[in-house]
C-alpha cells in the first residue's frame, strides 16, 4: 500500500486515521451483567433517606478519615461499579445527617423516599433543559408549576420565573432584575440598596457580585426580634434622596432563617411604592407557607412584592439544590437575562407571551429540577403537601408550650414557620451575659456530644440562643417530646454543678 498523504484532524498531522470503536460498550455490558446486584445496593440507598438513630447526627470526621478519603478522590485503575458504590458509601458518612431525626440546626432535610426517587427519574432522561427545543414537556411543566406557585401568592397572570439551584441565585437574579428596571446604566453608583442586619449574607454577596461597593448597600436596623425596622427604612431612605442617591430596591425576608420570622411586610411594601423602590421579598426559607392549611393567611403580603426566591429543598420535600424565583412581570427577567446569539432559535418559541426558559435566567444547559418537584407534588396531591409542611410548624409549637411549662427557659424568640429560638436561664438574668452563654453552648455541646440532638445556638439581637428548627417530615410528638426532656436533664445537671 503506498503513502497516504497526512490528514490534519483537530490541527494535528494524523497518517492512519483509526477506525472508531464505541468505547462505552463494555460499560454498559458491565451494568447489565450485574444489574441484579446494582438493584440490591439501590434497595440498600432506600435506608438512606431514614438514618438510623445510632447514626452520627453529625459525623465527627479525623484527619486520618480525611485523609482516607483524599486517596479514593481520583481515578486510577478501572474497579468494578459495586466496589465504587461501596466506596461512595465510605466518603457520604462523613456527613451531617441533616435528614436525621435528631438534626434541628440549620434547615434539616425535609425528604421522603419520593423525593430521591423522582431525582433518578430526571437524571435517567437527562432532558436538556434549556428551552422548549431540547425539553418541550419538561420546559411545559416548569412553566406551568411556576404558574400554579405564581397563584398561589397571588400574583397576576403577567408573573413568570424560573427553577434554580436554590435562593441564593434566585436572590441575586432578583436583585439584577431590580437594577435594570429601576437604574438607568449610567447611575448605577448611585443606586442604593436596603437590607436588614439579619438578612441571609447571600444578598450581601450579591450586591458585591452584581458590582455594588458596599456604600451603595444600607444596613438597616433590625427590631427586637431581629425584624427590619421600618422606621429606620424611611429615615435611611430620606438622607439619601437628601444626598442625591437613588434608593431602588429593598430586601425583605420572609422567614428568617435564624428565627422563621416574617418582617412587617404591610409597612415595607408601602414604603417601596411610595418611594417606587423594587420590593424583593426573600422566601426562601418561608414562602412555602402558603400550603398550609391553617396558617397561609400570614403569606398574603407575598402578593406585594415584585419579585420573590423560594426555596424547594428547604420545606417543599426536595434534594438540594432545588429553588424558585418568582417574579411580578416575568418580562423583567427577560430583559435582564435575554442576549442575541445566532447560536439560539428563536423561531421554536412555543407561543409569544411564553418566553424560552434560556432567556429568563444564567444558565443555558440545565437539569429539570421542576421535574423532580413535580413528582413529589404530583404524588402527594395538594392537601397533603399542606399537612405536611403543617406538620413542623405544629411540632414547634408544642416546643413553645413545653417550654414555657419548664423551669428556667426563656423565651427569646416565639415559635414561627417551624423555628423556636430560647436559652436556658434558671435566675432570669436580663441581656447579653456570659454565664448563661457558656451554659447554653455546653447544652448544645452535651445533646450533639452524646449523639442526642443538633441543636446549634445563634445570635438574635445580641443574645445567644438554642435554635430548634423542626422541618423533618419524619419528627413525631414523641421525638420532640423525648428531645425536650433531655435538655431539661442536661441543663438542669449543669446548672447544679
Ligand atoms: C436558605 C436561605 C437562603 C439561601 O438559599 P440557598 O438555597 O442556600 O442558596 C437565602 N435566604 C434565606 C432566608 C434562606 O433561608
Known amino acids: 500500500m503506498g503513502e497516504i498523504s497526512p490528514a490534519q484532524v483537530d490541527g494535528i498531522s494524523i497518517h492512519r486515521i483509526p477506525k472508531p470503536t464505541s468505547p462505552v460498550r463494555d460499560i454498559e455490558s458491565e451494568v447489565e451483567d450485574q444489574w441484579i446486584g446494582l438493584m440490591c445496593i439501590l434497595q440498600g440507598?432506600?435506608?438512606?433517606?431514614?438514618?438510623?438513630?445510632?447514626?452520627?447526627?453529625?459525623?465527627?470526621?479525623?484527619?486520618?478519615?480525611?485523609?482516607?478519603?483524599?486517596?479514593?478522590?481520583?481515578?486510577?485503575?478501572?474497579?468494578?461499579?459495586?466496589?465504587?458504590?461501596?466506596?461512595?458509601?465510605?466518603?457520604?458518612?462523613?456527613?451531617?445527617?441533616?435528614?436525621?431525626?435528631g438534626f434541628f440546626s440549620f434547615t434539616p432535610a425535609n425528604v421522603t423516599p419520593l423525593t430521591w426517587l423522582g431525582d433518578v427519574i430526571v437524571s435517567a432522561f437527562n432532558a436538556h433543559c434549556s428551552g422548549?427545543?431540547?425539553?418541550?414537556?419538561?420546559?411545559?411543566?416548569?412553566?406551568?408549576?411556576?404558574?400554579?406557585?405564581?397563584?398561589?401568592?397571588?400574583?397576576?397572570?403577567?408573573?413568570?420565573?424560573?427553577?434554580?439551584?436554590?435562593?441564593?441565585?434566585?436572590?441575586?437574579?432578583?436583585?439584577?432584575?431590580?437594577?435594570?428596571?429601576?437604574?438607568?446604566?449610567?447611575?448605577?453608583?448611585?443606586?442604593?440598596?436596603?437590607?436588614?442586619?439579619?438578612?441571609?449574607?447571600?444578598?450581601?454577596?450579591?450586591?458585591?457580585?452584581?458590582?455594588?461597593?458596599?456604600?451603595?448597600?444600607?444596613?438597616?436596623?433590625?427590631?427586637?426580634?431581629?425584624?427590619?425596622?421600618?422606621?429606620?427604612?424611611?429615615?435611611?431612605?430620606?438622607?439619601?434622596?437628601?444626598?442625591?442617591?437613588?434608593?431602588?430596591?429593598?430586601?425583605?425576608?420572609?422567614?428568617?432563617?435564624?428565627?422563621?420570622?416574617?418582617?412587617?411586610?404591610?409597612?415595607?411594601?408601602?414604603?417601596?411604592?411610595?418611594?417606587?423602590?423594587?420590593l424583593h421579598i426573600d422566601g426562601a426559607y418561608g414562602a412555602s407557607l402558603s400550603f398550609s392549611l391553617n396558617r397561609s393567611s400570614l403569606a398574603t403580603q407575598l402578593s406585594t412584592a415584585d419579585s420573590v426566591s423560594w426555596d424547594a429543598h428547604k420545606l417543599l420535600f426536595q434534594t438540594y439544590g432545588c429553588g424558585m424565583l418568582l417574579v411580578r412581570d416575568k418580562s423583567h427577567?427577560?430583559?435582564?437575562?435575554?442576549?442575541?446569539?445566532?447560536?439560539?432559535?428563536?423561531?421554536?418559541?412555543?407561543?409569544?407571551?411564553?418566553?424560552e426558559l434560556w432567556d429568563m435566567g444564567v444558565e443555558l444547559t440545565r437539569p429539570s429540577r421542576a421535574m423532580s418537584l413535580w413528582f413529589t407534588l404530583r404524588v402527594l396531591g395538594t392537601e397533603r403537601i399542606g399537612q405536611l409542611i403543617d406538620h413542623g410548624m405544629d411540632l414547634v409549637g408544642l416546643i413553645q408550650l413545653k417550654l414555657e411549662a419548664m423551669h428556667g427557659w426563656e423565651i427569646i424568640t416565639p415559635a414561627s414557620l417551624g423555628i423556636i429560638t430560647f436559652r436556658y436561664n434558671p435566675t432570669q438574668r436580663k441581656g447579653q451575659d456570659e454565664k448563661l452563654e457558656k451554659m447554653n453552648k455546653d447544652i448544645s455541646r452535651i445533646l450533639l456530644d452524646t449523639n442526642t440532638a443538633a441543636v446549634m445556638t445563634v445570635r438574635v439581637n445580641g443574645v445567644l440562643a438554642l435554635r430548634i428548627c423542626c422541618t423533618n417530615v419524619r419528627l413525631t410528638e414523641e421525638d420532640v417530646l423525648e428531645l425536650m426532656r433531655s435538655m431539661g436533664e442536661v441543663a438542669s445537671k449543669l446548672s447544679s454543678a
Open 132 to 278: 422548549s427545543l431540547t425539553a418541550a414537556g419538561p420546559c411545559a411543566v416548569e412553566t406551568e408549576l411556576i404558574k400554579w406557585f405564581s397563584s398561589r401568592i397571588r400574583f397576576s397572570s403577567t408573573a413568570g420565573g424560573l427553577f434554580v439551584s436554590g435562593g441564593s441565585i434566585a436572590n441575586m437574579m432578583a436583585m439584577t432584575a431590580a437594577r435594570d428596571q429601576k437604574l438607568e446604566w449610567q447611575n448605577y453608583s448611585k443606586g442604593v440598596i436596603y437590607i436588614a442586619r439579619q438578612a441571609h449574607y447571600s444578598v450581601f454577596k450579591a450586591a458585591r457580585i452584581l458590582g455594588f461597593h458596599s456604600n451603595q448597600v444600607r444596613t438597616v436596623d433590625s427590631d427586637n426580634f431581629g425584624r427590619l425596622n421600618s422606621d429606620c427604612l424611611k429615615h435611611l431612605i430620606q438622607n439619601d434622596k437628601r444626598n442625591g442617591l437613588i434608593p431602588f430596591l429593598v430586601i425583605a425576608t420572609f422567614g428568617y432563617t435564624e428565627t422563621g420570622l416574617i418582617d412587617p411586610l404591610a409597612t415595607i411594601s408601602e414604603i417601596a411604592q411610595r418611594e417606587s423602590l423594587w
Open 333 to 355: 427577567l427577560v430583559s435582564s437575562f435575554h442576549a442575541q446569539s445566532s447560536f439560539m432559535d428563536h423561531t421554536s418559541r412555543v407561543k409569544e407571551d411564553e418566553p
Open 45 to 101: 440507598l432506600r435506608r438512606v433517606t431514614t438514618p438510623d438513630l445510632d447514626e452520627p447526627i453529625i459525623k465527627k470526621s479525623t484527619q486520618q478519615d480525611i485523609a482516607d478519603i483524599r486517596s479514593l478522590s481520583t481515578p486510577d485503575i478501572p474497579r468494578p461499579i459495586s466496589t465504587v458504590i461501596q466506596e461512595a458509601h465510605a466518603i457520604f458518612d462523613h456527613r451531617s445527617r441533616t435528614n436525621h431525626t
